[in-house]
């Protein structure tokens, strides 16, 4: 067998496509990021109903009424990766101990494992 020269879903046939966990917290998350999701937890479902529609609107990049799954996937990898530099913007602090916009080795060994170390 060679290399797959396409990227394929890896799914093998047969298999579920989704795992459903216990509520919807896990999708809520994947599909709006952490901070939002939590934001929403506080809406009435009236208010909820109408931003997901403007959400959904923003999903739908070619406006054709619809969203495809190839428009939910970049949606849920551009939530995900905004998710992911937020958090790296949220931390960056805790490691770069001596505040010079770097963070050395030993910044983050103490930040890390300093309690153990």
Same mark, same amino acid.
């Given at each position: ?52 529609? !403007?959400?959904?609107?923003?999903? /739908?990049? $070619?406006? @054709?009424?619809?969203?495809?799954? *190839? +428009?939910? =996937? ?15 913007? !949220?931390?960056?602090?805790?490691? /770069?101990? $001596?505040? @010079?916009?770097?963070?050395?080795? *030993? +910044?983050? =060994? ?8």
């Amino acid at each position: 067998l060679g290399k797959p020269t396409a990227r394929q879903e890896r799914t093998r046939p047969g298999t579920a496509q989704h795992e459903d966990r216990s509520g919807f917290q896990f999708d809520h998350e994947a599909f709006l990021g952490k901070e939002e999701a939590r934001s929403f937890d506080q809406l009435s479902p009236d208010e909820s109903r109408d931003r997901l529609g !403007k959400i959904v609107d923003r999903i /739908d990049d $070619n406006q @054709d009424g619809y969203v495809t799954t *190839e +428009e939910l =996937k970049t949606w849920i990898k551009r939530v995900q990766k905004r998710y992911i530099y937020e958090n790296v913007a !949220k931390v960056w602090k805790d490691y /770069d101990l $001596n505040k @010079d916009n770097k963070i050395a080795w *030993e +910044e983050y =060994k103490q930040a890390t494992y300093g309690y153990y170390l």
